[in-house]
C-alpha cells in the first residue's frame, strides 16, 4: 500500500494553523454550552412546576452540566473525515470526530460524537472500503496543545493501519494514574464489538493487553448514547474483580461523558448478609457448584405442601367454607405457573381470597367492599392455609435451614449431592438463628440464589463482566438475575483464570449466564505487553491447559530483564531506583505475604510507594500483592520471586501468567530460587 504523501511545509503549517482555530472555536462554543446548561440548572426549580418535576429537571440539568465539562488536558476533537465528492449523503463535506457533540450558535455541528452514526467511517473505512471518505486524518496532541496530524487519503489507497505514528505514540505513551479512554485510537476489530447492537450479548475471549476492558468501557458509553433513555432506566451495570480494579477504570465513562454506570464486584451484588467467615477451598467449591441451584431450587420447592382440610371463615355476619377441592386446585395452578415463589404465595392468597368474594356476591347480590377484602385476605384461618400450604420464606433463613437440618438438605440433595458432600455442605459452625450465622462469601452467592427464587429482581438494560474467567457457575447465574431481560458484554481470557472454579469453556458460562447463543469473539492485537515480554510469558502457556487463540504484540519496543539476586530486597530496591530514571508507573509485584516487607524497604530506602486502590495517589511506585494485579498495568514491572507467587495458591502458574503480562515497557524478574520450570525452559 503506497504510504501517505507529505504536503509542503508551509501548506502543512497553514493546516495546522486552521485546525488550532477550528479547537479554539470548539472549546469556546462548549464552554458556551455549559454555561447555558449551568444558568438552566440555576433556574430549573422555578420553571418546574412540582417538586418531582424540578428535581427529576435538576437531576437531568446536573447530569447535562457534568457531561459537558471540558477537560483542558484530553482533546476535544482526535480525528477528522473529508467525504469525497460523490458520497451520496456528505459530499464534500469535513466533519471532527470528537468525544462529544459540540454546536455552534445556529446548531450547527463543530465536533461530531465519535458514537454518532457518521463517525463510525473513522474507524472503519479502510483504502478497500472508504465508505465515502476521501481523507482521514487523525491529531497529534501534546498536552491538550494541537502539535501535528497525519492523513491517509483513503481515495488514492493510502492507508496506515498499525503503523500509524499517533497510534504508535498513543500505545506508548506513559501510564500514570487511572485508565484512560482510547477513542482515538479504537481498532477496526476493536469498534466492531464496541458499536455491537443492544440486542446481541458478545463474549470476547482476548490475550493480556488486548483491550477487553477498553471494549468493554467504550461499548456501555456507545449503548448510552445510542439508548438513552431506555438505558438510564434500566441502567447499565460493570462488573470487576475488586475495589482495586473498579478504581482504576472509574474515571473512563465520565470521561467519556457518561456519570451514570453502577460498577460493583459480584460481592458487591450479592452483599444481602455480611461475610464474616472464610470457608475450607473444598466447601467452597461446593458451595459454587452449579449442582447447588437445582439444590436450593428443590429446597424451596419442597415448602410448597398440599391443603389437609377445609377451611371455614366468618366475617361477622356470615360463614363461608372453602372444600378441599377448591383448594387442591388453587395450589396445583399457582405451582404450575412456575412463578416467583413469594409471588405464587400472594397468588395463593389472591385465589382463596377469590373464592370468598364469589360466594359473598351469590349470597348479597353484589361485590363486597375493598375493606372486606382485605379483611378477609389477612383473616386467620387464611394466613394458617397460607402458612401450611405456602410458608413465608427469607433467602437466608433457607440456606440456614440447609446448613442446620440434615433432612431436609438429604431430600434437597438427593441424588445430586453424594453423602460426603452433603456433610461437607453442613460442615461449619452455623448459629442458631440466620441473624447469628458467620456467613462466608459463598453462603452469600446461595443467599442471592434463594433471593432470585423467592423474587424476581429488576435487571439492567447492560453488564458488562471484565475478567469473566474468574466466575463460578453460581456467580454466573447471579449475574444472570440482573441481565434476564437484558445484554451481556463478557469480556476475560481462559489463560488468566485463577480462581478454583476458573473457566475453562465459554459456552459453559455463557450457558451459566442465560445467554447461551452469544458468539464468542477473538481480540488478537496487544496494545500493552511488548512482544519480548509477550514470548517470555508464553512460554507458560502449555502448561495453563487452556484453548485460546495466541495475540500479536503491536509493541516492539520495551525491555526484559531476567536474573538472579541474593538478596531479593536489597535488589528490589536497586531495580526501583533504576527505573523512576525513567517516565511512567512503576509497579512491584510479589507474592502477597512478601508485600509488606518489600514496602518497609523501600520506605527505608527513601522511596514512597502507594497500594493498589490508590490510584491518584502521587507516588509513582506501588507494591501490589499478585492477588490483586489482575487488569491492572504499570509501565516498568519489577516481580519478586516467580516460584513464591506460584506456590502461594493452587492455580500459581495461571497468576504468574497474569503478573507477567502487566508490564507496558519494562519487565524486570528479580529471583533467588529456581525459576519456575515452564519458565525456565
Ligand atoms: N485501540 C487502542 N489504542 C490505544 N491503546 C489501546 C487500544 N486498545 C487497548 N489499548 C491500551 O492497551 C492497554 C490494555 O488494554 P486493556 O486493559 O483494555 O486490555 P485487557 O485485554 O483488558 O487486558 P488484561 O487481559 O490484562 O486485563 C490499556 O492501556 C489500553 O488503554
Redesign the pocket.
Known amino acids: 500500500m503506497p504510504a501517505p504523501r507529505l504536503e509542503d511545509a508551509t501548506t502543512l503549517d497553514g493546516e495546522l494553523l486552521a485546525e488550532r482555530t477550528h479547537l479554539d472555536t470548539s472549546r469556546a462554543a462548549l464552554s458556551r454550552m455549559r454555561e447555558r446548561a449551568e444558568s438552566l440548572f440555576a433556574t430549573g426549580d422555578k420553571v418546574a412546576g412540582d417538586a418531582y418535576t424540578a428535581e427529576q429537571l435538576g437531576r437531568h440539568m446536573a447530569r447535562r452540566v457534568k457531561e459537558l465539562a471540558d477537560d483542558p488536558t484530553t482533546p476535544l476533537f482526535f480525528g477528522r473525515l473529508d467525504f469525497g465528492e460523490t458520497d451520496p449523503d456528505h459530499a464534500g463535506r469535513d466533519y471532527h470526530v470528537g468525544r462529544r457533540h459540540v454546536t455552534d450558535e445556529l446548531g450547527e455541528p463543530l465536533v461530531l460524537d465519535w458514537r454518532a452514526p457518521v463517525s463510525r467511517s473513522f474507524y472503519r473505512a479502510s483504502a478497500r472500503d472508504p465508505q465515502g471518505v476521501a481523507v482521514r486524518r487523525r491529531f497529534g496532541f501534546s498536552s491538550g496543545v494541537l502539535t501535528s496530524f497525519e492523513d491517509e487519503h483513503l481515495d488514492r489507497g493510502e492507508e496506515l493501519g498499525t503503523a500509524s505514528r499517533i497510534?504508535t505514540a498513543?500505545?506508548e505513551r506513559p501510564?500514570v494514574g487511572p485508565?484512560?479512554?482510547?477513542v482515538?485510537?479504537?481498532?477496526p476489530e476493536?469498534d466492531e464489538l464496541v458499536r455491537a447492537d443492544l440486542a446481541d450479548s458478545i463474549c470476547v475471549q482476548?490475550?493480556?493487553?488486548?483491550?477487553?476492558?477498553?471494549?468493554?468501557l467504550h461499548r456501555a458509553a456507545y449503548l448510552l448514547y445510542l439508548h438513552r433513555e431506555r438505558l438510564r432506566r434500566s441502567g447499565v451495570l460493570i462488573v470487576g474483580p475488586n475495589r482495586a480494579f473498579l478504581s482504576y477504570i472509574a474515571a473512563v465513562l465520565p470521561a467519556l461523558g457518561e456519570v451514570e454506570v453502577e460498577q460493583a464486584t459480584v460481592e458487591d451484588l450479592v452483599a444481602r448478609v455480611p461475610v464474616r467467615a472464610v470457608d475450607e477451598p473444598a466447601a467452597a467449591a461446593l458451595k459454587h457448584d452449579i449442582r447447588m441451584a437445582e439444590v436450593l431450587r428443590r429446597a424451596v420447592d419442597a415448602h410448597i405442601g398440599t391443603p389437609s382440610e377445609p377451611i371455614m371463615v366468618s366475617d361477622g355476619s356470615f360463614r363461608w367454607r372453602i372444600g378441599l377441592d377448591p383448594l387442591h386446585r388453587v395450589v396445583a395452578e399457582t405451582r404450575a405457573e412456575g412463578l416467583p415463589y413469594a409471588t405464587g404465595r400472594d397468588r395463593v392468597r389472591a385465589r382463596v381470597v377469590g373464592l370468598l368474594q364469589r360466594q359473598a356476591e351469590a349470597r348479597r347480590a353484589e361485590s363486597p367492599s375493598d375493606a372486606w377484602l382485605r379483611r378477609m385476605s389477612r383473616i386467620k384461618p387464611v394466613t394458617e392455609l397460607l402458612d401450611t400450604v405456602w410458608p413465608a420464606l427469607t433467602p437466608d433463613g433457607l440456606v440456614h435451614l440447609l446448613r442446620t437440618d440434615a433432612d431436609a438438605l438429604a431430600t434437597a440433595a438427593d441424588g445430586l449431592l453424594t453423602v460426603e458432600e452433603q456433610e461437607l455442605f453442613r460442615a461449619g459452625k452455623v448459629g442458631r438463628t440466620p441473624k447469628a450465622t458467620r456467613w462466608t462469601a459463598a453462603d452469600a452467592v446461595l443467599i442471592d440464589e434463594v433471593a432470585g427464587l423467592l423474587e424476581r429482581a429488576g435487571g439492567f438494560g447492560h453488564v458488562v463482566v471484565?475478567?469473566a474467567q474468574d466466575l463460578s457457575p453460581m456467580q454466573c447465574r447471579a449475574i444472570a438475575r440482573r441481565s434476564e431481560h437484558g445484554s451481556i458484554t463478557l469480556?476475560?481470557?481462559l489463560a488468566?483464570g485463577t480462581s478454583p472454579w476458573a473457566a475453562t469453556d465459554w459456552h459453559e458460562s455463557l450457558t451459566h449466564l442465560g445467554k447461551p447463543d452469544a458468539a464468542v469473539v477473538p481480540?488478537s492485537v496487544?496494545?500493552?505487553v511488548p512482544a519480548a515480554v509477550v514470548a517470555f510469558a508464553n512460554r507458560l502457556l502449555p502448561a495453563l491447559a487452556v484453548d485460546v487463540p495466541a495475540a500479536r504484540s503491536l509493541r516492539h519496543d520495551g525491555s526484559l530483564d531476567v536474573r538472579t539476586a541474593e538478596d531479593l530486597t536489597a535488589a528490589t530496591v536497586a531495580e526501583v531506583r533504576a527505573a523512576l530514571a525513567y517516565d511512567g508507573s512503576v509497579g512491584v509485584i510479589a507474592a502477597d505475604d512478601a508485600v509488606d516487607r518489600l514496602r518497609a524497604a523501600l520506605a527505608d530506602a527513601g522511596v514512597a510507594t502507594a497500594t493498589v486502590d490508590d490510584v491518584e495517589a502521587a507516588a509513582r511506585v506501588t507494591v501490589v500483592p499478585a492477588t490483586l494485579v489482575?487488569?491492572l498495568?504499570y509501565d516498568h514491572v519489577v516481580v519478586v520471586e516467580p516460584a513464591a507467587i506460584v506456590a502461594a495458591e493452587p492455580r500459581g502458574l495461571h497468576r504468574l501468567y497474569?503478573v507477567l503480562?502487566?508490564a507496558?515497557s519494562r519487565l524486570a524478574v528479580l529471583h533467588r530460587d529456581p525459576l519456575p520450570a515452564p519458565l525456565a525452559a
Open positions: 497510534l498513543e500505545i501510564r485508565m484512560r479512554d482510547i482515538a485510537t479504537i481498532q476493536q482476548g490475550a493480556p493487553g488486548t483491550g477487553k476492558t477498553a471494549v468493554g471484565d475478567e469480556l476475560g481470557d488468566q481480540l496487544g496494545f500493552r489482575k487488569g498495568e497474569v503480562t502487566r507496558v
